[in-house]
């Protein structure tokens, strides 16, 4: 049964990061109750709910995605391209050191998450804001070894590879051409988000249902038509912390481990 490793809505949420969004009032009420019906719907697709308690101080920390990255033989533990992030590795390291052996990225290399979009044994990583080219080579020292090969890519005019572009089905993409060359991933079946949504590239794929935000009916519309099974969201209070539906889990399998 896969895991979704998840961590409650901080009361600070309101003084998270901000990149390409202006600031907006935040509900925290209503963003603790989004967050627990994203948890609800992961459970209904299978997933094993493992919750971190909310940090209080750290804001952006429900965004958990972006702290580690966990693949079969690994947990990369991040270092977080932005500096008021960095605490929000350690309790995910204790959480996931049971089910992985860990790795890690360190200084002057930064990584978050959120670029990091694995497909197969292939993992596209988006050089952002975010993440550096010295915590890109630093992936690459580490998981090359274990058979992944590493596609580096420019992230532009979004935060995350993963605002950018996101796996909707085994063989299709979902993509914003703007912010990233589609180009990237010829041999995919490539859907363009509709150019009135610029957010809607962002889907969570759980045993082949795309988790979804009900904020873009345009590109919904063209995932239907596609026949890709979905399961709407509402994350409203997030998407104003610069949040998608990616950024709110880590999803894995426990490979037998279960403590
Ligand atoms: N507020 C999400 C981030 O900037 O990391």
Redesign the pocket.
Known sequence: MPVALTRGVSRSIGR????HLARETIDVGLAVRQHHAYEACLESLGCRILPLPPEPDL??AV?VE?TAVVLDETAVITR?G?ES?RPETGRVAEALKSFRPLSFISDPGTL?G?DVLRIGRELFIGRSA?SNPEGIRQMRLQLEPFGYSIREMPVKGC?HLKSAVTLVSEQTVLINADWLDARYFNGLEILEADPGEPYAANALLINGTAVYSQAYPATRRRLEKQGIPLAIVDVSELAK???AVT?CSIIFDTNGADP
């Open positions: 998270c990061e901000l990149t804001p952006d965004f972006d977080p932005a992030r978050d959120g975010r935060l912390a610069e949040g950024c």
